[in-house]
Nanobody
Framework: VQLQASGGGLVQAGGSLRLSCASS????????LGWFRRAPGKEREFVAA????????YYRDSMKGRFTISRDNAKNTVYLQMNELKPEDTAVYYC????????????????WGQGTQVTVSS
């Protein structure tokens, strides 16, 4: 599975961005997907995850109500809608895939996209 993340950019605090992660694999629906991020000088952290069907989602507490993960299996794409962005959301965002069930631990994922930079100015 190859993943290609896009949609990052520079946005003011309070603004929104939608990240996309497209897969070239033909078995996209067989993979649970997650978004992670790494801020400068910090460890990579879990952001959100979604089940294979898209019927179940899970978020880091600080993202609940602001971020929404979704997927379109017909388009082999997973999305992360980010609203009410804060300067502390500034990071490189990565999408990741693993077979079957999602997980909040990055080491559980087998495939990673290249990352897309999100910068939130105050």
């Amino acid at each position: 599975v190859q993943l290609q993340a896009s949609g990052g950019g520079l946005v003011q605090a309070g603004g929104s961005l939608r990240l996309s992660c497209a897969s070239s694999g033909r078995t996209f629906s067989g993979y649970a997907l997650g978004w992670f991020r790494r801020a400068p000088g910090k460890e990579r952290e879990f952001v959100a995850a979604i089940s294979r069907s898209g019927g179940r989602t899970y978020y880091r507490d600080s993202m609940k109500g602001r971020f929404t993960i979704s997927r379109d299996n017909a388009k082999n794409t997973v999305y992360l809608q980010m609203n009410e962005l804060k300067p502390e959301d500034t990071a490189v965002y990565y999408c990741a895939a693993r077979l079957y069930t999602y997980d909040v631990v990055s080491e559980a994922y087998d495939y990673w996209g290249q990352g897309t930079q999100v910068t939130v100015s105050s």
